[in-house]
């Protein structure tokens, strides 16, 4: 069961506080890094979630940074899905000149992962299931970034309209101070174009484009039908 009263606390809430710009901030970074590495590129671990959402992140990113990807999304529900969109960023890496980028993978474990997710399963998409997921990629993947010697870790998931890029440069901003050899970069990739560049990097290599976000909540959601 849905806490509505709870729901409509948190999204008045929500819109009354915290206006910040994370495009400015991204760009205020930006002029700190010229300055701070003059004598080589800062390494960045990438979270990334798909191919399509990756496009045009990478197309910024990498005009910065030395960046390796990490592909560690056991939210996406079934197993094949899962490749499926794999195999579609290694498609936009190759077909794009940017196959040199290494990517990182994880073990899938989509049940480990749902155990933690089903306590907000009938939860609305966008809400306590959906920062609970973000969080839990971002940090295992925050963790890989400390451990390996990264100057900076950012995602690719504020491209999307459908994510909340305020909750995730927040959590980006806390686990910075879990993780304080790791600076956040800050982000907000559907700002200044950055849907249109995507939309537009996506016809151009073909990318297949998934119609759900990818938690088996999610797929029922957009495909009620098919729910026994
Ligand atoms: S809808 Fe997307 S972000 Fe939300 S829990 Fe499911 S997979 Fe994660």
Known sequence: MIDEEA???????????????????????????????TDRRPRLLLHVCCGPCAAWPLEFLQEHFDVTI???NSNIWPQS???????????????SGMNSIPIITTPYDNDAYNEKLAPYAEDPEGWTRCFLCYRLRMDEA???????????????MTISRQK????????????????????????DFKKKGGQVRRDELVSQYCLYCQDYCG????????????KR
């Open 70 to 72: 990490m592909y560690n």
């Open 142 to 156: 925050y963790a890989y970034a400390e451990a390996n010697g990264f100057d900076y870790f950012t995602t690719v």
């Open 7 to 37: 729901y409509r606390k948190y999204l008045e809430s929500f819109h009354a506080s915290n206006k910040t710009n994370y495009w400015l901030e991204s760009q205020k970074e930006l002029k700190k890094i010229q300055e701070k590495y």
């Open 81 to 95: 899905e899962y490749s499926k969109r794999l195999d579609t960023l290694k498609q936009l890496l190759e077909l």
């Open 215 to 226: 938690c088996i909540y999610s797929y029922y959601a957009r495909h009620p039908e098919q």
């Open 164 to 187: 909340n890029s305020r909750k995730l440069n927040e959590i980006g901003l806390e686990l910075q101070e879990k993780y304080p050899a790791v600076r956040w970069f800050p982000c």
